[in-house]
DNA sequence: ACTTTATACATTGTTATACAATGTATAAAG
DNA sequence: CTTTATACATTGTATAACAATGTATAAAGT
């Protein structure tokens, strides 16, 4: 019961956070889908299930937050690398400033 | 464009973060829904509009991490308080946990 | 007297998002 | 030759924030 409703908590927790980790993810470097998904899981611990990477992604990308390209390999499936737009860039400091002021007053009260 | 991005995706942020907010809240003292808009207002400078209050509020209750008294008032309506469970603590010390974790890891990335 | 504003709780409909399940495809390892 | 890992994607479901709306009391303004 108890954990059951942690459990659903910390996947409402995710709706915006995600979409925040990634984009600072991507401020430093390109990475493509699989690759997101193993720097989320090693940064923060939070496995993204593929059937919300991809379709965020997508949204991102309809936003104009981040572009991306396909690179094909010598051997295997092609990869799409994403990368943050300038547009990204600008609204990703917005983002951090409320998370930064959202993370204080939280934390005053717990 | 860019606002219309960041609006929508902090109203996804306060998705989780407002039950935790709440509960953090009532752990100190006894609360009714007016109060509670007015505490984190206060403490977080989120504006709870009522139509969030009340159904989180009644959804709290229904997983039995809070409970609920209404309290006849000399003048004007009565108002209902609301109050940890014993449920209520123990999930929340989960919570607590999930969420510092959280915080440490998005803090090493932005 | 009448209107506005603040308090107090509540419901309905809309929108957005996480995620399980499922699908397609390549290639290395057992 | 079957399993496992990689790689991208869609569909359907559940959940939650919020605008809009409703009911009701009472103080303050004009």
Redesign the pocket.
């Known amino acids: 019961m108890e954990d059951d409703?942690v459990r659903?908590?910390?996947?409402?927790v995710?709706?915006?956070?995600?979409?925040f980790i990634l984009l600072n993810i991507l401020r430093d470097n390109e990475y493509?889908?699989?690759?997101?998904?193993?720097q989320t899981r090693r940064l923060t611990d939070?496995?993204?299930?593929?059937?919300?990477?991809?379709?965020?992604?997508?949204?991102l990308k309809k936003e104009n937050l981040v572009s991306?390209k396909w690179v094909e390999?010598e051997?295997?499936?092609?990869?799409?690398?994403y990368k943050l737009t300038g547009n990204g860039i600008s609204t990703l400091k917005i983002m951090v400033e409320y998370w930064k002021k959202l993370e204080e007053s939280i934390d005053k009260i717990i």
Chains 1, 2 share one sequence.
Not at 14 to 19: I, V, Y
Not at 32 to 38: A, D, Q, T
Not at 46 to 51: F, L, M, S, V
């Open positions: 409703f659903r908590w910390e996947s409402q995710k709706k915006g956070t995600l979409a493509y889908g699989f690759e997101l998904m193993e939070i496995q993204i299930a593929e059937g919300t990477l991809y379709p965020l992604m997508n949204r991306s390999q051997s295997g499936i092609p990869r799409k690398y």
